[in-house]
């Protein structure tokens, strides 16, 4: 069970993941090879790293990462990338890369498995979806790190907790996070952000957004958050449902 569902029980544990089989034609041997070609050209890089090399980056792989692959086989890609001897700062661009690929190829949803105790950075950034074919993502794992920064038209759900700065710049989404997430959607726009655990620092300088929440420090936080927000408003809801128990504009 991922740790976020033992966390929050009464949650629905998501199926098994059993998608289609790997297919024998080595496309994930294929994909891995064209990753490992673009490490040779970029130099080694701490998780911190700036933000312009991680942009360029993920400009180079999205021309060169193009093989499309069945949901299984993007698991597989990540598991193996995932090693420790291949480079931390890449990972996430890599596995993006490739989920838009498959969403060039039609594909509209997917199913991304994290290994335990492993981090993937900017793990959807810059997807950019469009109003009627938005990108479903759905992602199991703690390990993500500034998921989906930059994206937009994103229908995602992390099972587990979102750390560094989650769905910064999102635009045009809606978030689910099933797990812990502070400092979640900074500087978000048009946004539906709903996370059930702790949420500290949420949507600062954010505008258009709706922040729902299941714990009242959570729900206080927000709402007596001084950092500016436009037109924005936060929900606090009962355990497990639908239900709105508070609402205050923030």
Known sequence: MNAAMARYPGLPIPQELRPEAPRKDNLVNEALQAYRALLVEFPILEVRAGYAEWSEFSRIANQRL????????????????????????????????????????????????????????????????????????????????????????????????????????LRKSRLEIIGNADFCAGNADDCTIRIHGNAAHLGNNAQRCSFEVYTKKA??????????????????LQNGTNKILEESKC
Not at 219 to 236: A, D, F, H, I, Q
């Open 66 to 169: 193009t093989t499309v692959l069945n949901p299984a086989e993007l698991n597989i890609f990540i598991h193996q990338v995932c090693r420790p001897e291949l480079n931390l700062k890449y990972r996430g661009p890599a596995i993006t890369s490739l989920i838009h690929a498959a969403y060039a190829s039609r594909k509209r949803e997917f199913e991304i498995i994290i290994p335990p105790d492993l981090f993937v950075n900017h793990l959807g950034g810059k997807l950019q979806g469009s109003p009627h074919q938005p990108y479903v993502v759905r992602i199991n794992g703690d390990g993500t790190y500034n998921a989906f920064f930059g994206a937009q038209y994103i229908d995602g759900i992390i099972r587990g907790d979102a750390n560094g700065l989650p769905a910064h710049f």
């Open 219 to 236: 729900y206080e936080n927000t709402r007596g958050n001084p950092l500016s927000r436009t037109n924005c408003k936060v929900k606090l």
